[in-house]
């Protein structure tokens, strides 16, 4: 009996109802006590294992976690629930009614396919995930779990008018970069895709863009500044095929789309000009996304060195899209000047970000010398300027992911 069984028994869930919040420091004592209680050992230790990854799902489904089940590398891969419905919205605006959810792992998005009324027939090959996933749709009875190989399931005769395919991305705990190397590997999911009127595939955000079928819409998401995701939408999901960003800020989400045509095109680059009074880092999922050429025209920016994601402008801009940054003073990269400069302004605080250079924050940040004492915050960008590796001493104007 592998361990989200012994977890679905009776024993099993009155035990995880018992357990208090996850604490590392008292896993051995809470251990001897369930022992001497007569909890079998792979009772008590499946039961702490998801404990613990009960208290690190929260981050993606909130006060839920405590009633799912997990496995670490489904915890891993699963998309966030507020991904998820998402995701199952697009379906809803393609008029999908019944999707399938081809390697569903522990469940995610089919839950948010299914809370959003579509029906859903999830389907994972492996034994122990896909026990996890029938015990968290269990709040959903249109959704049906079926544990078996994909491949070898006669899909037709699931009556589905929409797919969601989320390639294993990760093998003995590690991310598999390679989409060639994923299950199913990314060709043959576009391939099975293409056979639903629509579609979608959960992508790693960092997908060469050669792999992106000329005929689809790919979309980049974020969430408080970090880059969650890209998913490959098919057929009626991509009436218009091309790339975008979506940026999920609070409450409020925003979308940006890239200006491509075709999604596997990479964008042209945009000549770098000098720095002007203003610095502007975009959205990750607006870099990924190829939609920087696309924000320098609109908002009249430009990097502030080849190839570079800082931008430059001498206006300020309050965007979404946009983190900005009024500059103070440029640097060369002599951390005894710079530092007696901040200290001289009274700065006892910074934050250092980098881009296109190899300095380490950290071991810069110590050579500075900073008085804590005073009372002055500034934030040091490291970067070059035209080509030639500067300190950038700015304050921010705006930030987006407040």
């Known amino acids: 009996m592998h361990e989200i069984e012994l977890l679905t028994s009776t024993e099993g869930q009155s035990l995880l109802a018992s357990l208090p919040p996850y604490d590392a420091d008292t896993i051995l004592p809470l251990t001897a006590q369930l022992r001497a209680a007569g909890h079998a050992p792979e009772l008590i230790a499946a039961a702490l294992t998801q404990s613990r990854l009960r208290a690190r799902a929260k981050e993606k489904f909130g006060e839920f976690a405590e009633q799912m089940l997990f496995t670490a590398d489904g915890l891993e891969q699963a998309t966030r629930l507020r991904v998820g419905a998402i995701h199952a919205q697009r379906f809803v605006r393609a008029g999908a009614k019944r999707v399938i959810d081809f390697g569903c792992g522990i469940g995610a998005d089919a839950l948010a396919f299914a809370a959003s009324g579509l029906e859903v027939r999830a389907i994972e090959r492996d034994a122990t995930t896909a026990a996890a996933a029938r015990h968290n749709l269990l709040p959903f009875p249109e959704a049906e779990v079926i544990h078996g190989d994909g491949f070898a399931i006669d899909l037709a005769s699931l009556s589905a008018d929409a797919i969601w395919i989320d390639p294993a991305r990760r093998a003995g705990g590690k991310r598999v970069a390679n989409p060639d190397k994923w299950f199913p590997p990314l060709i043959t999911a576009v391939e099975l895709a293409q056979q639903f009127p629509a579609a979608g595939i959960k992508l790693a955000p960092g997908i060469d863009y050669a792999y992106l079928p000329a005929e689809s819409h790919v979309q980049w998401i974020s969430a408080g500044g970090d880059l969650l995701e890209a998913v490959l939408w098919l057929g009626q999901a991509a009436p218009q095929p091309g790339r975008s960003a979506l940026i999920i800020s609070g409450n409020a989400t925003y979308s940006y789309d890239a200006g491509a045509s075709d999604p596997s095109q990479h964008p042209d680059l945009v000549s770098p000009r000098e720095l002007g009074k203003y610095v502007f880092e975009p959205d990750p999922a607006i870099i990924r996304s ?80 900073l008085d804590s004492k005073l009372p002055g915050a500034a934030v040091l960008l490291a970067s070059p300027l035209l080509g030639k590796h500067r300190i950038i001493q700015a304050h921010r104007v705006n930030d987006r992911q407040k």
Not at 290 to 318: H, M, N, Q
Request: net charge positive.
């Open 290 to 369: 190829g939609a920087i050429e696309a924000v320098c025209r609109e908002f009249e920016l430009a990097p502030v060195s080849d190839g570079l994601a800082y931008l430059t402008g001498d206006k300020p801009i309050s965007s979404p899209f946009l983190t900005g940054f009024a500059v103070d003073a440029v640097h060369r990269i002599e951390a005894k000047a710079v530092g007696k400069h901040l200290r001289a302004t009274g700065v006892g605080r910074v934050e250092i970000k980098k881009r296109g250079t190899d300095l380490d924050p950290a071991a810069f940040r110590k050579k500075l010398k």
